[in-house]
Nanobody, 124 residues
Framework: QVQLVESGGGLVQAGGSLRLSCAASGRAFSRYIMAWFRQVPGKEREFVAGIGPTGVGPAYTDYVKGRFTMSRDNAKNTIYLQMNSLKPEDTAVYYC?????????????????WGQGTQVTVSS
């Protein structure tokens, strides 16, 4: 069993930066692929970035490449999402997700564990 807790969301102006964190409890964190998803009301949850158990990757969706950087610290059981050059369309609830595997998946249904989400709001 893995429990995930996100933090770091907030309100920022367009062009600004935020750093999200997701702390995991439970064993064998280093065996899990980790991912960030986001969701806005009325839309499906979508993949943002994913990283392999030992830091292999990361993989990003096209609209965040060059702006977002995902990393993990297995010693701290934590993953991060550094978000730069934020745009109003990045406004969403951001979720971290986990699955014991070696391959990074982009589908919501592929992840077993989810955090409660953290709100990111980017004003224009």
């Amino acid at each position: 069993q893995v429990q995930l807790v996100e933090s770091g969301g907030g309100l920022v102006q367009a062009g600004g930066s935020l750093r999200l964190s997701c702390a995991a409890s439970g064993r064998a964190f280093s065996r899990y692929i980790m991912a960030w998803f986001r969701q806005v009301p009325g839309k499906e949850r979508e993949f943002v970035a994913g990283i392999g158990p030992t830091g292999v990757g990361p993989a990003y969706t096209d609209y965040v490449k060059g702006r977002f950087t995902m990393s993990r610290d297995n010693a701290k059981n934590t993953i991060y999402l550094q978000m730069n050059s934020l745009k109003p369309e990045d406004t969403a609830v951001y979720y971290c997700a986990a699955r014991e595997n070696t391959q990074i998946f982009r589908g919501v249904q592929m992840y077993n564990y989810w955090g409660q989400g953290t709100q990111v709001t980017v004003s224009s």
